[in-house]
């Protein structure tokens, strides 16, 4: 097949690349310019999210079957890419996130109600008021993802994907994903703090037992991979993530394990702890999604133990630059006074 890939070169997308090339399929990337990997036997067009429609000659002559976005931030931007394909694909792959679910709002404080029911499946309730994330939040979010724009929500992207009559779409729902260049650097609070010699971690009592699903980089790449070339995706919305649904306790814990820490998790109540280490929103609210259609309809599978990925990850972090900008914050000093309470 011929399959064009925008955002081919980030953290996901060039393992979806890699994927694709392994199965002998002909590809073509959409990148910036600034890509770390090389990229071989594929064709490149170096062009931004705002020049994609001036870049549509050269698209389009490309002649894709199936275009999948990686990059995909709001809904102006899905009907550009709509209207850019329309007549020249036979289907797009849309890369979403399971933050259009209802729950999301319910964990942020944005949606009123009751708490949503476990797990999340593809036809649960998606969230009533737009705009994921306060504008404090998106630019923070941009200063990470220079293709987020100001607009960015999931849902009116999804919308105008699979609401076009002329051009079938795909959704793949992702989960907090993990791995090696994850700009998120999740794994970095505990690794952090091991690293520089804390002997006791503390951990606030509700999001140590909070849940939320994720999944390892080259399983979630595989997933889109295979949604690309399975005809019978289309029309189809996918969760993607690990069939089980670790608590933020047990994944520090296996954090801990690969680096051979032998220290102490504490747990506390918020109420006895520094704001920077308390349960963000209503962590009543778990993310627990139920990732059983793909892996019935396409036959997806996990290839990577989560112990090898762990410590995967875990070995970008002692590498990755200390100065590099992340969202976390330490205070030892106000962790220490919490220890003592």
């Not at 809904?75 to 792959?93: D, P, S, W």
């Not at 998120?184 to 909070?210: C, E, N, T, Y």
Request: hydrophobic share 40%; glycine share 8%.
């Amino acid at each position: 097949m011929r399959i064009l890939v925008i955002g081919g070169t980030g953290f996901i997308g060039r393992f979806v690349v890699a994927d694709l090339l392994r199965a002998g399929h002909e590809i073509a990337v959409v990148h910036r310019g600034s890509q770390s990997h090389a990229l071989h036997s594929v064709v490149q067009f170096t062009v931004t999210r705002e020049q994609l429609a001036d870049a549509a000659p050269q698209l389009r002559a490309f002649s894709p079957e199936v275009v999948v976005d990686m990059i995909l931030s709001s809904g102006r931007q899905a009907e550009v890419l709509m209207n850019l394909f329309h007549g020249y694909a036979r289907r797009i792959v849309a890369i979403s996130s399971m933050d259009v679910y209802r729950a999301c709002g319910v964990l942020h404080g944005t949606e009123p109600g009751p708490i949503e029911p476990l797990p999340l499946t593809e036809s649960s309730a998606v969230r009533t008021k737009l705009q994921t994330y306060p504008a404090p939040q998106v630019e923070m979010l941009q200063r990470i993802f220079g293709w987020l724009d100001a607009e960015y929500d999931k849902i009116p992207a999804e919308r105008a994907v699979l609401d076009d009559g002329e051009l079938p779409g795909t959704v793949l729902r992702l989960p907090m994903v993990y791995g090696p260049g994850d700009r998120l650097r999740r794994f970095h609070p505990v690794v952090k703090r091991i690293l520089d010699g804390r002997r006791i971690v503390l951990f606030s009592d509700r999001m140590a037992q909070w849940r939320g699903t994720k999944g390892y980089v080259e399983d979630v790449a595989r997933a889109i991979a295979l949604a690309a070339t399975e005809p019978r995706a289309a029309g189809r919305i996918y969760n993607v993530g690990e069939a089980d649904t670790l608590t933020e306790l047990e994944w520090a814990e296996r954090i801990a394990r690969a680096m051979e820490w032998d220290g102490t998790f504490i747990v506390r109540p918020d109420e006895d702890l520094p704001g920077h280490l308390r349960a963000p929103g209503n962590a009543a609210q778990h993310w627990v999604a139920d990732t059983s259609r793909i892996r019935q309809e396409l036959g997806f599978q996990e290839s990577i133990d989560r112990d090898v990925a762990i410590r995967k990850t875990v070995e970008w972090e002692r590498q990755a630059p200390s100065d590099r900008w992340h969202p976390h914050q330490f205070d030892y000093a106000a962790e220490d006074a919490a220890t003592r309470l």
